[in-house]
């Protein structure tokens, strides 16, 4: 049974690199294609989550899936620098920014926790319910802490 889920998991990695790739193509002739970007981002995204996303059933592969999120990222971003005020880029930027944080090792949590509340900055409406992990929270306790010991 397991592996016949793996198996559908690497056909839709397989699905969606291959509409990455179709989508590319279109984006390069047509890159100001609101719609192909979005749809390259998105493809990007989804590609990531079946690499790695702890959440969803996925290959293990962490490092792909970062890599595919970062695309995915800078897409947001170009699409939210477009027209800061279109909510759904900016929706689209901060969804994508949670999960590069997400999925990154826990080796440098600053950045994770910049990442972290630049999301939390473009999703204002979901602040109240989007909760900082138990790590990042630990890790600002604990950076604060460190920066009291090294105020005295």
């Known amino acids: 049974m397991a592996e016949a889920n793996l198996s559908r998991v690497?056909?839709?990695?397989?699905?969606?690199l291959r509409g990455a790739s179709e989508l590319e193509k279109l984006v390069a002739s047509n890159p100001r294609s609101l719609s192909w970007n979005r749809e390259l981002m998105l493809a990007y995204g989804h590609a990531a989550d079946v690499s790695g996303n702890p959440g969803l059933q996925n290959l293990g592969d962490r490092k792909a899936a970062l890599n595919y999120y970062q695309k995915a990222a800078e897409i947001g971003k170009e699409l939210y620098l477009a027209d800061p005020s279109y909510q759904r880029a900016a929706t689209d930027y901060g969804i994508v920014l949670s999960r590069v944080e997400t999925v990154m090792e826990?080796?440098?949590?600053?950045?994770?926790?910049?990442?972290?509340?630049?999301?939390?900055?473009?999703?204002?409406?979901?602040?109240?319910?989007?909760?900082?992990t138990g790590l990042s929270r630990f890790i600002r306790r604990l950076s604060f802490s460190t920066w009291a010991v090294r105020s005295l």
């Open 10 to 16: 690497n056909d839709s990695l397989d699905n969606y």
């Open 106 to 132: 826990d080796v440098n949590p600053t950045a994770k926790i910049s990442i972290e509340n630049e999301s939390l900055r473009l999703l204002p409406r979901q602040r109240r319910s989007i909760r900082p």
